[in-house]
């Protein structure tokens, strides 16, 4: 997804930056559809085994959380805002901003912001889970 609006954004128009942003928004809407499923899901149910885990970063993934929902939605604003909430020919996400307010160039740019930030935490986390399973590994071998 990450790889897909920038190659667009670099290839600024013609068909093929038209299809990679098609499909930017499309899988974006459809992360952000699975990751409040996943979030109403692991509010929702007890998980009693996390108290077992010595490893437990609740601060990082609540933080992934609020900016993999925020990237999203800063770009679904600004394409609103824009007028290009068209995904595919004949579907269209709803709108969530007023179109033509004169935001959108902000909101993208926030978009795009938050965007490198996510690929910065989830490099953090990956760093993080594997120090941890590192830890626990050779710490069981003592």
């Known amino acids: 997804m990450f790889a897909s609006g ?9 068909a093929v930056a ?4 098609s499909l930017h928004k499309l899988t974006g809407a459809l992360t952000l559809l699975i990751v409040l499923l996943r979030l109403i899901y692991r509010v929702t149910r007890s998980m009693p085994e996390w108290r ?10 609540w933080t992934l959380y609020a900016v993999v929902i ?22 269209s996400l709803p709108p969530i901003w007023p179109e033509g307010v004169g935001y ?7 978009h795009a912001y938050f965007a490198f930030a996510l ?9 993080i889970a594997m120090q941890d399973y590192m830890t626990d590994r050779f710490a069981d071998e003592d």
């Open 6 to 14: 920038v190659i667009a954004k670099q290839l600024g128009g013609g």
């Open 18 to 21: 038209d299809w990679l942003m």
């Open 52 to 61: 077992m885990q010595a490893h437990r970063r609740p601060m990082l993934h």
């Open 70 to 91: 925020l990237v999203p939605l800063l770009g679904w604003a600004g394409i609103s805002d824009f007028g290009a909430r068209e995904i595919f020919p004949g579907y």
């Open 104 to 110: 959108d160039a902000i909101l993208l740019q926030y």
């Open 119 to 127: 690929l910065a935490l989830v490099a953090l986390h990956i760093g």
